[in-house]
T-cell receptor, first 114, second 114 residues
């Protein structure tokens, strides 16, 4: 089955700096790569996703890049703010019309210091 | 609010007991997914149902079972509970047949086994 590795497990940055979280996956058939943000005691919420036919996607301060050949993808957050502090999970799946079984990475705890 | 509801919010029980967790998906969503999130662990996929039928199985123990009813709500049954089953159990739902694969998570049920 799919295996997703995520690094680093914790990341501390100063407010205004950039943060980068990296993930690798094992199944070359995976075609959908979402990133979820989970605040303490809350549900995971999708912040951005990318499909395998795209190399990069941006949404304001958040961007995701995908390298299919190397089987890795990364989340980039620019101009970090204290409210970005949370646990971030990457995931990979094979998306078909009946849904997608997400395999999650182990999570990265991001702390943005004011 | 994602539109996915889960009951109960908290559940405290003893080892050896059996519990049922309930999930109602967003209106119109046909797929329901169950995930387990243990302390210091990421999100582990348990099982997916699509329009009443089991679609995919992950790391679900034989002591656990699930079903999706004709009204599309789902129940996760956990039996012969052990201390290690203490975790946050999330249900998620998604719309099928679309290019986007976003899964919407419910608020979770926190299970404590004493």
């Amino acid at each position: 089955g799919e295996n997703v590795e995520q690094h680093p497990s914790t990341l501390s940055v100063q407010e205004g700096d950039s943060a980068v979280i990296k993930c690798t996956y094992s199944d070359s058939a995976s075609n959908y790569f979402p990133w979820y943000k989970q605040e303490l005691g809350k549900r995971p919420q999708l912040i951005i996703d990318i499909r395998s036919n795209v190399g990069e996607k941006k949404d304001q301060r958040i961007a995701v890049t995908l390298n299919k050949t190397a089987k890795h993808f990364s989340l980039h957050i620019t101009e970090t703010q204290p409210e970005d502090s949370a646990v971030y999970f990457c995931a990979a799946s094979i998306k078909d019309n009946a849904g997608n079984m997400l395999t999650f990475g182990g999570g990265t705890r991001l702390m943005v210091k004011p | 609010d994602s539109g996915v509801t889960q009951t109960p919010k908290h559940l405290i029980t003893a080892t050896g007991q059996r519990v049922t967790l309930r999930c109602s998906p967003r209106s119109g969503d046909l797929s329901v997914y169950w995930y387990q999130q243990s302390l210091d662990q990421g999100l582990q996929f348990l099982i997916q149902y699509y329009n009443g039928e089991e679609r995919a199985k992950g790391n679900i123990l034989e002591r656990f079972s699930a079903q999706q009813f004709p009204d599309l709500h789902s129940e996760l049954n956990l039996s012969s509970l052990e201390l290690g089953d203490s975790a946050l159990y999330f249900c998620a739902s998604s719309v099928e047949g679309r290019a986007t694969g976003e899964q919407f998570f419910g608020p979770g049920t926190r299970l404590t086994v004493l």
